[in-house]
């Protein structure tokens, strides 16, 4: 078989491995659930189905968009009123799948849901070979907009590489004009649209349970051991064990700031507006794309 063909080979396995590990996690969601349990549930799933983890399986609740992963021992429960977005990756030789969805507690909250999901399927109508990113990011825009909804405009998709979760080009959630890039063959893309009834505006909160390797060879010996596992990818203070978890996260604030790591803090809606989000992962073929 040829190069390309075994990476595709390699993207659909660990594609099949993700949208199994999500749809057992989508199933669990219920009110009183623990956060803990979820993340946990998908990420052991991908494990077992012979995948790796391409990132710690991010499970943010209402007006958090992104980046909540349990710390460890995480005492915190599914709200009776809840969007729950469960993001998620898996890679099989570093080919990396990134996929989330959203599920409502409530019926109130399912049109916000409905639209997230119209937004992804709206995104990947347009999606061709040569077509500019920014067209993508106007059908997302418009299809949510119509809907009386907001796109979050400071969250968007990504180009994948090899061991690389975020990669080069974006796909935005809006119809970014001065964006002139384009999709090409053989380039693989995640595309995420957001969806809020505030502002769609994220901005930092103080906490982060996630970090990246930037300098591995600044790492001091122990860590460098226990984080080699990773690679370049993202980790979570949870996957760490013999290190005490105070002094953990004191070292993992200091070599970020250090510039030795990356930290993803958690994203919050600036207006705390609820949020939903849609996610999935493609490659661009000769005439059109395949979708993992
Ligand atoms: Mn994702
Ligand atoms: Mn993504």
């Given at each position: 078989m040829n190069k390309l063909g075994e990476k595709i080979d390699a993207y659909r396995e660990a594609g099949i491995v993700l949208e199994r590990a999500i749809r057992e996690g989508e199933k669990l969601v219920?009110?009183?659930?623990?956060v803990l349990d979820l993340c946990e549930a998908v990420e052991s799933r991908i494990l077992n189905e012979g995948a790796q983890l391409a990132f710690p399986c991010n499970v943010s609740i209402n007006e958090i968009a992104a980046h909540y992963t349990s710390p460890?021992?995480?005492?915190t429960l599914i709200p009776e009123h809840a969007i729950v977005k469960i993001d998620a990756g898996a890679h099989v030789d570093g080919y990396i799948v990134d996929k989330a969805v959203s599920v409502a507690?409530?019926?109130?909250?399912k049109d916000l849901v409905h639209v997230a999901e119209r937004a992804l399927k709206k995104a990947l109508e347009a999606?061709?070979?040569?077509?500019?990113v920014s067209l993508i990011g106007e059908t997302i825009e418009s299809t949510i907009k119509s809907s009386g909804f907001r796109p979050i405009i400071n969250l968007s998709g990504h180009q994948i590489k090899r061991y690389q979760l975020h990669a080069g080009k974006n796909i935005p959630n809006v119809n970014m004009r001065t964006l002139l890039s384009r999709v090409k063959p053989g380039e693989v893309y995640a595309i995420e649209p957001f969806v809020t009834d505030g502002v769609g505006v994220v901005v930092a909160a103080k906490d982060a349970y996630i970090y990246r390797v930037l300098e591995p060879s600044l790492l001091p010996k122990q860590l460098a051991d226990l984080l080699k596992?990773?690679?370049s990818l993202p980790f979570t203070?949870?996957?760490?064990?013999?290190?005490?978890r105070l002094r953990l996260e004191k070292l993992l604030s200091y070599l970020t700031r250090k510039g030795i790591l990356a930290s993803y803090p958690v994203l919050v809606e600036k207006s705390h507006g609820m949020v939903a989000q849609f996610e999935t992962t493609i490659i661009i073929t000769e005439d059109s794309y395949l979708a993992f």
């Open positions: 219920k009110p009183g659930l623990p460890p021992e995480d005492a507690t409530t019926q109130d909250l999606v061709k070979p040569g077509v500019r596992k990773y690679n203070t949870r996957w760490i064990k013999g290190i005490d």
